[in-house]
């Protein structure tokens, strides 16, 4: 039998572990990490601190096909289970999105989503402005998802489903995996790592291209219940209505090495943005007038080359990196997981056929 260890609990760990069991739920599965669902929030890893509401991000083909996909099973796991028990909930989405005009020959397509998310329609579309770009408001269905609801959610449902969670200390390499393991062989070990900023630092990993950024959002109460982003003038500005009295507003993005903003900045700043674009929902600018519940301020992995998911033999150990989603953790999700898991089946096989 082959063992199948999942470095990382994070969304990405999680998810894939998921996948793997809907296609073959005899796999033995243990997620080894040192920070598990459950655990107080810590700067140590990103998933508890996401916004978490879907947003068509783009990239290359392979990370467009990943994002829809994972909007399809979180879609399927909303209309399947109350929000309240997965923290997962549909929502109607809106978007202002800079579009270029006219659109650069062989460039990238903003709208590349278009017809291939459910409910998208375009409601407007502003005069071009000086740079040459139209804002277009377009619509869709989308998801908001509670992190910490949905990462608990997750690992009972993993364990109901035999995976075992093992915390572990922190590690230098991959090849240390099985000693923290009881039980498991380098021999018959095919591991995905799925540990995302980790992956700059193992020793038998190294990604020189996972940098971070420090990310702010605050979570207040509102009662609006959609999802809204507006994308330009160098920022992103997003809300997330959880359907809990609550809304996650955003965001603030600054580099790891840089002195983090004051608390009281960065609120003003994007309580001034979100006003200005929904000031029916949102009357006023100054953070005073609203009951502000949490500062979330979280250290995001990221890999501008893009998506790492692929395999390789580390020494005796069958690897699948998934790693490298950038700022969409939770967007890529189940679609990264669907690729990796292929990967995992893939070792798998080739494993039996050795035999």
């Keep these: 039998m082959t063992d199948i260890t999942i470095f990382g609990a994070g969304i990405i ?37 996401a916004c978490a509401g879907w947003v ?20 399927q796991i909303a209309a399947e289970h109350p929000p309240e028990e997965t923290g997962v909930r549909s929502v109607e989405q809106t978007e202002i999105i800079p579009v270029p ?20 329609s375009v409601l407007s579309t502003s005069t071009a402005s000086p740079d040459g770009t139209v804002a277009t ?25 035999g995976v075992e969670f093992v915390r572990i200390p922190s590690v230098s390499s991959l090849a240390e995996l099985p000693q923290h393991i009881q039980g498991k062989k380098k021999a018959d070990l095919v591991v ?27 979570v207040v109460k509102s009662e609006f219940q959609g999802g809204f982003v507006c994308r330009g003038n160098g920022v992103y500005t997003y809300v997330f209505g959880r359907g809990d009295g609550t809304a996650v507003l955003g965001g603030v993005s600054e580099a790891v090495t840089a002195e983090a903003k004051p608390v009281e900045e960065v609120r003003a700043d994007i309580l001034s943005r979100v006003h200005e674009n929904l000031p029916d929902h949102f009357p006023s600018p100054d953070p005073a007038d609203y009951t502000i519940l949490q500062d979330l301020v979280g250290i995001r992995p990221l890999r501008p080359a893009g998506v790492k998911v692929e395999k390789q033999v580390i020494g005796e150990t069958k690897v ?23 990967l995992v089946d893939e070792f798998v096989a080739e494993g039996a056929g050795s035999t």
Excluded at 58 to 68: A, H, K, R, S, T
């Design 56 to 75: 068509p991000l783009g990239g290359p083909p392979n990370e467009q096909d990943m994002q829809l996909a994972a909007l399809t099973r979180l879609r």
């Design 320 to 342: 699948v990196h998934a790693y490298g989603t950038t700022i969409g953790g939770y967007i890529h999700s189940f679609g990264l997981a669907q690729a990796a898991a292929k």
């Design 101 to 120: 005009v006219p659109a650069p020959s062989g460039g990238y397509d903003p709208l590349w989503f278009a017809g291939r998310v459910p409910g998208y």
């Design 137 to 161: 408001t377009v619509r869709y269905a989308s998801v908001v998802v509670n992190p910490s609801k949905f990462l608990s959610w997750l690992r009972a449902t993993l364990e109901a489903k």
């Design 13 to 49: 760990g999680l998810s894939t572990t998921l996948t793997l069991l809907d296609s073959n739920p005899n796999y033995t599965i243990t997620i080894a990490a040192r920070d598990l669902p459950g655990d107080e929030p810590s700067q140590n890893w990103a998933s508890p601190w």
């Design 192 to 218: 995905v790592n799925a540990s995302g900023a980790a992956s700059a630092t193992l020793q038998d990993v190294l990604d020189d291209a996972v940098v971070t950024d420090r990310a702010h959002v605050c």
